[in-house]
């Protein structure tokens, strides 16, 4: 999968995998997908509780 940096608001840059699909013209299916890099610690384990709604501390 193709890499990307998400920029988010309390967490900073975040190294995630990225993929999509798109089909148009009339039949509007899209699916992307950004996966954390679980390589990238401690961003991807400050995501996960930021995806779960758990608090810093």
Same mark, same amino acid.
């Given at each position: 999968?193709? %890499?990307?940096? #998400?920029? #988010?608001? /309390? #967490?900073?840059? @975040? /190294?995630?995998? +990225?993929? !999509? #699909?798109? @089909?148009? %013209? /009339?039949? +509007? =299916?899209? =699916? @992307? *997908?950004?996966? @954390?890099? %679980? ?9 996960? !509780?930021? *995806?779960? /709604?758990?608090? %810093?501390?």
């Amino acid at each position: 999968m193709p %890499e990307r940096a #998400l920029d #988010l608001d /309390g #967490l900073g840059k @975040v /190294g995630c995998e +990225h993929t !999509r #699909l798109i @089909v148009d %013209e /009339g039949r +509007h =299916l899209r =699916l @992307v *997908v950004y996966a @954390v890099q %679980e390589t990238a610690p401690p961003q991807a384990d400050a995501f996960a !509780r930021w *995806v779960a /709604g758990e608090s %810093e501390g």
